[in-house]
């Protein structure tokens, strides 16, 4: 998986529809008008159109590549015409965009709850993101976390996804500054183990779809033993 506390697309609004486009509104036989029509049948999965989007778009992103990836693909893999796409997302980089923060944003709202919890032991803590935060990037049915790798991520307009993800890795610093084994640390070994830290938990990205039900919390208690804390 990858890494809601994020803002939502808003794709771009539907154009007017003159006369000549107006059996896009046909009437049923039962007399209701229907939307337009889908690309072809697919099960109902009780998802909005812009989720079964979002989870065409992970899945092909995932197993295709982003760049091998047309939009019409992930129009017709979603059940809907690639026109039709447009009014809920914007485009490919915005499914991507959305895709990538699901993986940081639930686990950088968790890192604000802990690091205000100062009542409880800074370790405990340091270990529930840890555990949290790869139980998210393992949670989804593709691996979302293999896009952080892509270089459009790079460009500006993941600027928003790149600062959620080094926010996530400053409360990481944070909570293990506050940790017994960090006291009189210098600033340039508590950086070392917070990159060790970090890259640890983001390294599960690497693994073909873990499923071992135990990754998080033997994840969460080796990266605890890295920073020296018990």
């Known amino acids: 998986m990858l890494r809601a506390g994020y803002r939502p697309l808003t794709g771009a609004a539907p154009r007017g529809r003159g006369p ?18 889908r690309a ?9 159109p812009r989720q079964e989007l979002l989870a065409a778009a992970a899945e ?8 091998a990836t047309t939009t019409r693909a992930v129009a017709e893999r979603a059940g809907m015409r690639q026109a039709s796409m447009y009014h809920y997302v914007g485009g490919k980089e915005d499914l991507l965009a959305e895709l990538l923060e699901s993986t940081v944003t639930p686990s950088l709202a968790l890192a604000g709850k802990l690091l205000a919890d100062t009542g409880r032991p800074a370790e405990r803590r340091l270990w529930e993101l840890c555990r949290a935060d790869v139980a998210l990037l393992c949670s989804e049915p593709h691996n979302l976390g293999v896009l952080y790798l892509l270089p459009e991520v790079r460009s ?75």
């Open 60 to 67: 092909l992103f995932t197993t295709r590549g982003y760049t």
């Open 20 to 37: 000549a486009l107006c059996d896009d509104r046909r009437m049923s036989t039962s007399g209701r008008r229907v939307g337009r029509p």
């Open 156 to 230: 500006d307009r993941f600027t928003s996804f790149r600062d959620a993800r080094a926010g996530l890795k400053s409360a990481y610093a944070a909570l293990l500054a506050a940790t017994d084994a960090a006291a009189g640390l210098p600033p340039d070994e508590l950086a070392v183990r917070t990159d060790l830290v970090f890259a640890l938990i983001e390294a599960v990205i690497l693994i073909p779809r873990p499923t071992a039900a135990s990754l998080p919390t033997a994840t969460a208690d080796a990266a605890l033993r890295i920073t020296g804390a018990r």
């Open 40 to 48: 072809q049948q697919r099960p109902d999965t009780g998802m909005s």
